[in-house]
């Protein structure tokens, strides 16, 4: 809650004129039975009419300053909410940024998308009722309970005795239904993964005619749902007639009691209605509390799901005395690594290289071999559990890794390009990128001739992950992208899959024209066949390190690799080149 209460700070000045509001409405609320009371004794028993428009036009004043009031802690209190749930939505936005992969997996993405949707809604509407009457309702038990006391004890004590009892049961139902909301959106979430999977996958789907399996495996994830949620609400409402019953039966009591002191002349008339009054008032307080209590119970579960996004600490990115990135000679010193989910089996063990500054470095191997884990530890996505990785001689541990990132263009093995147009997605390469540099970047991509003949060129507007592009035209794209950068290191992450032979030669052979450092991940050996020095990996370890000449003389890893895809016809036209 401190982190709330943090958030809550930034609007204090509005929050304290809502709760100030909120307070004068319960003034008036309690002193309202008290004045009906005087009314009553004072006035219509003593046919005083004087009396009953004096006090009656008090009642009318102090009704239509309530009125003001809670129109007015309306607005305040919209400010708070909607400005606390802004706040909270690009918080954990920002620090979802700063997530490492690692951390990421610790979140799947339809909990994150809930959290920062119906999680934060939720806490929305908490901070509004909060202000606008949830303090009011207990509040007014409380004071309406000592007010009735302070008018006629006697008859005060039949509240006094039924109230604690009911608050102690709605105490009681409050503490389980926060559980059972947890559960309501921990369900939730699960919905939100098999529709997001569902829907980005549809194609897929409609392929292989697997629409009954995916109704089936929605309807295994939204039974669950309905199920909390038919639990929470049961909870809920059960508890709101048996609090109106011993509410009633409260009343029943007060008129009973009321009757006798009547007769023996122990009460006055108005003083038996004032009770009453605080009776039926807290009755009502009693039934919008039950109502506060699921909208709490809803929103305790939900700040909880938010604070654990808040609370994770992004990954340190440096010493305090950071050194600056030198050049793009990287070096790999005995790396090993492992994904926390699987730390038991080393994706990467015990791999040194050296490639130069603006050589090309093929990295190649079969999948699973750990050329992508190779590939993600270059950028410092993922940090090595031993060994090191330097830049030029310093160590990407003391590298601010802004610094370092801002040197490093990353093609990876999905092309993903996102909403807007093609000179969009290429400036995420370059902010500043001139249209002199566009058109290069997008020549040296292969691109260039595809875009110029579109309608709108480089204004062509991309749908959602680039569904109107094909998967080699989508590749293109994202190299150029990346070359818009022109960055020291280019890591392609076998970006080149959906690319025909000749296209993939083209453009291999322009990246050994430029200045960079590039690493071209790959399973094909065409891919890498040019590079100055190859990296086999096999299962996490390295196999053997040379050229293409060198490895297929000397290395049987290689050449059981070359034969196997040269069968294929894979490696062919690479020779005939």
């Known amino acids: ?73 309306s607005f305040f209190a919209a400010n708070v909410s909607q400005g606390v749930a802004r706040d909270m939505r690009e918080a954990m936005f920002k620090r979802i940024q700063y997530f490492t992969p690692a951390q990421l997996q610790k979140f799947s993405l339809s909990t994150l998308l809930t959290r920062m949707t119906s999680d934060v809604t939720q806490l929305q509407s908490l901070l509004f009722m909060a202000m606008r009457i949830m303090l009011r309702a207990p509040l007014f038990i409380l004071f309406g309970l000592v007010m009735a006391i302070l008018v006629e004890p006697s008859l005060a004590t039949v509240l006094l005795l039924a109230v604690p009892l009911l608050l102690g049961c709605m105490v009681l139902v409050m503490v389980k239904g926060v ?61 709101m007639p048996m609090i109106m019953f011993g509410m009633n039966m409260s009343l029943i009591a007060i008129l009973w009691l009321g009757s006798y002191q009547l007769n023996g002349g122990e009460a006055q008339p108005g003083e038996v209605v004032s009770v009453l009054n605080y009776g039926m008032r807290i009755m009502f307080s009693f039934g919008v509390f039950s109502f506060l209590i699921m909208l709490f119970s809803r929103g305790r579960a939900s700040i909880s799901r938010i604070v654990s996004i808040l609370e994770e600490k992004p990954r340190n990115d440096g010493h305090p005395n950071s050194s600056t990135y030198q050049s793009g000679a990287v070096t790999f010193d ?56 330097s830049f030029g001689g310093v160590d990407s541990q003391d590298i601010r890794v802004e610094d370092l990132r801002d040197k490093i263009g990353v093609v990876p093995q999905e092309a993903h390009l996102f909403s807007g147009t093609i000179r969009e997605n290429l400036l995420w390469g370059n902010k500043e990128g001139t249209e002199e540099e566009l058109i290069h970047s997008t020549k040296d991509a292969g691109i260039y001739e595809f875009i110029k003949e579109l309608p709108h060129g480089f204004e062509t507007k991309i749908g959602q992950k680039g569904v109107n592009f094909s998967g080699g035209q989508k590749q293109r794209i994202c190299i150029a992208r990346a070359l818009m950068k022109q960055p020291d290191i280019l890591v392609l992450d076998d970006s080149t899959s959906a690319l025909d032979a000749k296209t993939e030669s083209d453009i291999l052979n322009k990246l050994t024209d430029l200045p960079y450092t590039v690493f071209i991940i790959a399973q094909k050996i065409s891919s890498v066949k040019e590079a100055d020095q190859l990296l086999l990996l096999h299962e996490g370890k390295i196999e053997g390190v040379g050229n293409h000449k060198e490895l297929l003389a000397n290395n049987e890893f290689y050449q059981t690799l070359y034969q196997s895809q040269q069968k294929k016809g894979e490696v062919h036209y690479v020779e005939n080149s």
């Open 179 to 239: 559980k059972r909301f947890r559960s309501v959106q921990t369900n939730l979430d699960q919905v939100n993964h098999r529709l997001r999977e569902n829907l980005f996958n549809m194609r897929l789907v409609k392929a292989y005619d697997r629409g009954d399996f995916e109704q089936k495996q929605f309807e295994e994830a939204n039974g669950p749902l309905q199920e909390a949620n038919t639990k929470a609400l049961r909870l809920m409402e059960v508890t």
């Open 334 to 389: 005995h790396v090993s690594f492992s994904y926390p989910t699987r730390s038991e089996y080393p994706a990467l063990e015990d791999v040194s290289f050296t490639v130069p500054q603006g050589k090309m470095f093929g990295i190649l191997g079969e999948t699973g071999s750990g050329k992508t884990t190779l590939a993600q530890l270059i950028p410092r996505l993922y940090q090595p559990q031993k060994g090191t990785i």
């Open 1 to 73: 809650m401190r982190i709330i209460y943090s958030y809550i700070k930034i609007y204090k000045g509005s929050a304290v004129i809502a709760l100030l509001l909120m307070l004068l409405e319960l003034v008036v609320e309690l002193l309202q039975p008290l004045i009906m009371g005087i009314i009553i004794d004072r006035g219509v028993l003593k046919q005083d009419l004087s009396a009953v428009a004096g006090w009656g036009g008090l009642l009318l004043g102090l009704s239509l300053l309530a009125f003001t009031a809670g129109i007015t802690n």
